[in-house]
């Protein structure tokens, strides 16, 4: 069986990062770790698309900056969002005057970013790769659910789109955190019909790329200190637990980035979701917990749930997926 | 008086009725806001159709007028006058008594919709 | 290769999710969906006693410019980003009713002005409320022309 997980030998380095949140993200118990906070998730623009953009845009300036690098350092940009032919990602990337590669795997984004960009800085193409994704709660409204304003009901099992965007800077060497190795997930899909429920649609995915990651690097989840999922939410979370034990494995050290973002009361339903959140927890929390050496070996499985809002008109189901990266202090 | 006020508690309490009806289906089948809203429309149509909505509306008045099942029975009431002035009557008769609800849920959007813009959410 | 891939398809994941996923608080939300309806009717039975006694309006005129004011009330609230909130809190109670209608048509009208006055704002306006329009229109007809032909053949 040819293997998914890619090793890599020189360990690129995360060597800086930069979050950038709306006000609810700010508002909640995390928020003091998001290094940017907006007063209001418009920033300055006409439409959420714009300020989503702008976001990402900001983000990426950032992230370069707060690793005291020029811009003309930079060897290209992978980005994606969730909006349609990932516009935000795109119109973003215009203002820099480096390469850009769009990618989209829904939310699971930004590990895919971060593994490919790690894939070519470790291959000796490149040395410096800007790895950034974002979202926003209001355009994904209204591309997936419906208009900002409309009285509906949010049914229990559903999540909440994080407002944000998160980046981090691939380099080759330095004293950061480095990528071990990253796994590339399949496409898996067991069935469920509910685009409300995504957690559960992903959960089969996260833990289909989790077992691999496990067996083709040889490890047990106790050789980390910390399984970071990308967000399942609450509900997802605990499937995906469930669909590991019932394969033998136990994961008692894991987190999720969706769970963690808001506060969880009963407003927030399951937790976030988005391209943003698992940039957003990554980048700022866990970072610096590893920057501090507090983590010292942890896997970043960030998850997608690959729907379109056509495809669940048409009454198809909801095929998930997950990237790994496993990243060292 | 008495009277007055006898019918503002039966319009509370059958309008209430109503709406628990409907989250009672959003609850159990997980049907959007859209698709309650055909359902209860038609509910009414029908229900006037066989003549019934119209001693609901007599008993609970705004109760079962301000529902969308009310509009359902403008629809349906409308259509059946028509029918007894003839073919085209019969046609054209349903949309005409809604007309009142159509023309104000349009042009009152519109006005609205040059004004303001959607906010984004918290809860 | 099929059209529908569901060879993976898990049962007994997908009924495992059923049985674990969370449940609306049952009783509350009836009761919060009851007191908003309700209170929207009752509204709506002040609106009608208003133009009954004040206005002197009567039959179709009273039903139609109560309704009227009812969807102004819908419109007005929508554009001030407060009936989402209301929406949040009662569910099916401000659904239903005249003013959910006219949420439902205002709301995307405001969303999609973003994408200009005629493809977005207008053409974007019964995203949601144009099924009513159609299904109802279309079964009024059926209605009417059911009712010529009995009063034709029953003549």
Redesign the interface.
């Known amino acids: 069986m040819a293997k998914s997980t890619v090793f890599f030998k020189n360990k690129p380095r995360i060597c800086s990062t930069f979050t950038i949140a ?3 993200e700010g508002n909640s118990l995390f928020g003091k770790y998001i290094h940017e906070i907006l007063k209001d ?2 920033f300055d623009e006409d439409t ?1 698309e714009k300020a989503e953009c702008k976001m990402l845009s900001y983000c990426i300036e950032q992230t370069i900056k707060s690793a005291n690098k020029k811009q003309t350092d930079i060897n290209a940009l992978i980005s994606g969002d969730l909006l349609n032919q990932i516009i935000s990602a795109s119109f973003a990337a215009r203002n820099f005057d480096f390469p850009y590669i769009g990618v989209y795997n829904a939310c699971s984004t930004f590990s895919e970013a971060l593994s490919l960009s790690a894939v070519l800085v470790d291959g000796g193409y490149m040395k410096n790769v800007v790895a950034a994704t974002g979202s926003h ?2 355009t994904a ?1 209204r591309q997936y659910r ?8 949010r ?1 229990p099992q559903s999540q909440w789109t994080v ?1 944000g965007a998160g980046g981090a800077l691939i380099t080759d060497k330095g004293s950061y955190p480095k990528i071990i190795s990253a796994t590339f997930g399949k496409v898996v899909d067991f069935g469920i019909t ?1 685009a ?1 429920n995504m957690g559960a649609a992903m959960a089969p995915a996260c833990c289909d790329t989790l077992l691999t990651l496990l067996k083709e690097t040889d490890t047990s989840p106790k050789d980390y200190d910390l399984i970071l999922t990308g967000d399942l939410g609450a509900l997802g979370s605990r499937l995906m637990k469930k669909l590991a034990k019932e394969r033998g494995v136990n994961i008692d050290n894991h987190c999720d980035c969706g769970e963690m973002i808001y506060n969880l009361k009963e ?2 339903y399951q937790g976030g979701s988005g391209a943003g959140c698992s940039a957003v927890v990554f980048s700022s929390y866990i970072y610096k917990k590893l920057m501090k050496k507090e983590i010292k070996r942890m896997i970043l499985l960030a998850t997608g749930a690959l729907l379109s809002s056509l495809s669940s008109q048409q009454g198809e189901s909801i095929p998930g997926i997950s990237h790994a990266v496993v990243v060292e202090a | 008086m008495w009277e ?1 006020i006898f ?2 508690i039966k ?17 159990v089948t ?1 049907l ?3 698709r ?3 359902i ?3 509910a009414g ?2 229900l006037q ?1 066989f003549g019934v909505y119209e001693y609901l509306i007599d008993f ?4 079962a ?8 029975y ?3 009431q ?3 006058s ?3 002035n ?2 085209f ?3 054209t ?3 005409k ?2 007309s ?7 042009v ?16 | 290769m099929t059209t529908k891939n569901n060879q993976n398809y898990n049962k007994e994941y997908i009924e495992y999710v059923k049985k674990i996923a969370p ?2 608080n ?1 009783a509350r ?2 009761f ?11 509204i ?6 208003l133009f009954l006694y004040t206005f002197g309006l009567f039959g ?1 005129e009273l ?6 004011a ?3 009330i819908g ?2 609230l ?4 407060v009936y ?2 209301i929406g ?1 809190f ?4 401000s ?8 949420n ?4 995307p ?3 999609f ?2 994408e200009g006055f005629v493809y977005g ?2 053409s974007k ?1 019964f995203v ?2 144009g ?3 159609v ?3 279309s ?3 059926l ?6 032909f009995i ?1 034709i053949f029953t003549a």
């Open positions: 709306g006000p609810k998730d418009r959420f709660f209001a409204e419906y208009p900002l304003e409309l009285g509906s009901t049914p407002t509910d409300n407003e927030e | 007055i019918m503002y319009a509370f309490f059958v309008g209430g009725a109503i709406c628990m009806i409907a989250q009672i289906l959003i609850n997980k959007t806001s859209g309650i809203l055909v209860f429309m038609l149509l029908i159709a609970a008045g705004a109760g007028t301000v529902p969308i099942s009310g509009f359902g403008l629809l349906a409308g259509a059946i028509g029918a007894k003839g073919l009557g019969a046609i008769g349903g949309l008594s809604a009142a609800g159509i023309t104000a849920a349009i009152f959007s519109l006005i609205v919709a040059l004004i303001s813009r959607p906010k984004s959410k918290v809860h | 449940k609306t049952e939300s009836l919060h969906a009851f007191l908003v309806g309700g209170f929207i009717c009752l709506g039975q002040f609106i009608r006693y179709d039903a139609g410019a109560t309704s009227m009812l969807i102004f419109c007005v929508t554009g001030f980003g989402d909130n949040h009662a569910g099916g109670g659904i239903v009713p005249i003013t959910g209608f006219a439902s048509v205002c709301s009208a405001m969303e002005k973003s704002l207008a306006m949601v409320a099924p009513i329009i299904y109802g229109v079964a009024s007809v209605t009417g022309l059911i009712y010529y009063g």
